[in-house]
């Protein structure tokens, strides 16, 4: 066994690479069939997921099959070599085997424990089957693997480890309150229809969404996937929509999850941005008063320069009344030093405690200029950036998670579905691929991880010697069949020799010396399977067909025979 796998995964490459080098189903394709074109691989198969990337293949030569490997992967990724080496790892022989199936537990995912894994997995193979690319070693490996995370899932208790990607994101979307609490009553959006989007399909119609609405590029898929929900009793409506409608819908739902294979963005700034203002309201709006308009608003009596933004300027003061920071307005200030003290140096942090102006947060702007505005805003973000500097990243986003939503967003495509700007849009929140990784690394472990561990541990020593002891029968079946052959010969002889031996008299002499010819073979077959099966096992095999003179085109034919009837019988991925 030569098993190489190199690849790239959220633990060795940040989101943006891996965004990059993501694969497409065309991609996948032709990286396999040039794989195998490659002098070094005789089989591979390729595992792609929004997470990782890993080209696994049966080489010949370590070095040269990493380098053709990584060559492989840069070329159909589209990211030059020097750019994804610093990014790659290789695993060989044992160590490859041990990661794919730490992979096929949920060990190494973004949310540990999660079990979508084992769909990519058996997809993985499915493919390299489909295209003759996956041979003896690569169906072993990916099958075993399967088991593998089977058993681990029904043995231990990893899934409370961990869940789904959907579920993970999900839970981040409802921040501190409970999933199903969060999604009562709401209505979703589910862009795409495969594999992941079915799964969050299913997953929001489980917590408990009112209404699902599927939209993708090939509408019967999307109208069987509603069909199914509709059908999965738990009360949810469905329906399907032409992907030509997702910016309309965008007003009328209060979640979309995207996961499509789509190339570019799916939702750009723009969309969402426009949605929200021709939406229904469910924050306060930021103010879009027209200079014209200024003595009529809610900014009537200010001082305010031309070149300040109106829409800025009343967010600010609005958050003000409301006895919140906000870190940039997008207004345009002066860089003015303040000194950093408890309160506001202008006292609008003082109008939370007015019931008369917190009433209508837009009060508060009455009487206030617009140079006392801005050193509110010097001192905002002044203390924000300190409460950055003395608490944790979360505690920091504790007060984006505080404000209204309007719209929640969960981004599950590799490359982004959602343009990553949109959560400066106010009333927005967007979780992605790039958020739930620095999430989970924060994410609890369980307990029975280091049951997991154990199993895979076991599996691999037990796949390794499975593999080696494989790797010695066809010398082992073509020395029976060599003696064999010699019996037959024996026994045709001793008729020519003997020919008034009745039947039954010849029967039992050529039972006897088959006896006799076996119970010499057994001792030795036996044993030499047991050696080759440890560790450093691989030269017995040569040593027989030395011993006994085996002819190396038989020993070659019967390895044929055997992978051909083992490729017959094991079918598709299961």
């Known amino acids: 066994m030569s098993l190489l796998v190199v690849g790239l995964s959220h633990r060795s490459a940040p989101v943006s690479v891996l965004e990059r080098a993501s694969l497409s189903a065309d991609a996948k394709i032709k990286l396999l069939h040039d794989t195998l074109a490659a002098e070094p691989a005789a089989e591979a198969a390729v595992l792609a997921t929004c997470n990782r990337i890993e080209l696994y293949a049966d080489v010949d030569k370590f070095h040269a099959g990493v380098a053709e490997l990584s060559t492989l992967l ?5 990211v030059a070599l020097e750019e994804l080496t610093p ?13 794919l199936f730490s992979v096929a537990c949920g060990l190494d995912s973004m949310v540990v424990g999660e079990g979508q894994i084992l769909g ?15 041979g003896r070693l690569i169906n072993d490996l990916f099958q075993q693997a399967l088991r593998v995370g089977k058993r681990a899932h029904s043995e231990t208790g990893i899934d409370r480890a961990g869940q789904s990607l959907v579920t993970f994101g999900l839970q981040q979307l409802a921040a501190r309150v409970p999933v199903e609490e969060w999604a009562a009553g709401k209505r979703a959006l589910v ?3 495969g594999s992941m989007s079915s799964l969050a399909a299913a997953t929001l119609a489980r917590v408990g969404v009112a209404e699902v609405v599927v939209a993708n590029r090939t509408a019967e898929r999307a109208e069987r996937l509603a069909e199914i929900l509709v059908a999965s009793g738990t009360g949810v409506a469905a329906s399907a929509v ?26 750009t700034g723009d969309d969402v941005a426009g949605a929200l203002d021709s939406g229904p309201a469910g924050l306060v709006p930021a103010p879009q008063t027209p200079p014209a308009a200024a003595g009529r608003g809610p900014l009537a ?6 070149e300040l933004d109106l829409s800025a300027v009343a967010r600010l003061a609005v958050l003000a009344a409301g006895g919140r920071r906000i870190a940039d307005a997008g207004a345009v200030r002066s860089k003015v030093a303040v000194e950093e003290r408890d309160g506001c140096p202008v006292g609008l942090d003082a109008l939370a405690s007015d019931p008369a102006r917190t009433a209508d947060g837009r009060a508060a702007l009455t009487g206030v200029d617009a140079s006392s505005l801005e050193l509110h805003g010097t001192w905002a973000d002044q203390g924000e950036a300190a409460a950055q500097r003395q608490q944790p990243r979360k505690e920091a986003r504790s007060r984006v998670d505080a404000q209204p939503v309007r719209l929640a967003l969960l981004d599950l495509a590799m490359p982004r579905d959602i343009d990553a700007a949109v959560h400066r849009i106010p009333g927005v929140r967007l979780v992605d691929i790039e958020s739930l990784a620095e999430a989970s690394a ?5 307990a029975d991880v280091d049951a997991v561990r154990a199993i895979v541990a076991d599996e691999v020593a037990a796949f390794g010697a499975a593999q080696r002891a494989a790797h010695i029968t066809p010398t082992v079946v073509a020395l029976r069949a060599m003696a064999a052959e010699v019996v037959a010969m024996e026994v045709a002889r001793l008729d020519g020799r003997v020919p008034d031996l009745d039947e039954r008299q010849r029967a039992e002499v050529t039972q006897t010396v088959r006896r006799v010819v076996d119970k010499l073979l057994h001792a030795p077959t036996v044993r030499v399977k047991q050696l080759a099966s440890e560790p450093g096992g691989a030269g017995y095999a040569e040593a027989l067909r030395e011993l006994f003179d085996l002819d190396p085109q038989t020993v070659a034919s019967v390895s044929r025979a055997d992978e051909a009837d083992k490729n017959h019988d094991s079918g598709r991925a299961s």
Request: charged share 15%; proline share 4%; aromatic share 4%.
């Open 87 to 99: 990014y790659l790892y290789v695993h060989y022989e044992d160590r490859a085997v041990h990661h």
């Open 301 to 306: 009596g200010l001082d305010v320069p031309a």
């Open 120 to 134: 990519q997995i058996k997809d993985a193979l499915a493919l390299g089957q489909e295209l003759h690319t996956a």
């Open 191 to 193: 862009i795409g229809a």
């Open 442 to 446: 924060d994410a609890p472990m369980a």
């Open 74 to 78: 840069a070329q159909h990724s589209g």
């Open 242 to 267: 032409p992907m030509a409608s997702v910016v309309d819908e965008l007003t009328r739902v209060d979640l979309v999850v995207s996961c499509t294979g789509a190339t570019g963005l799916v939702l």
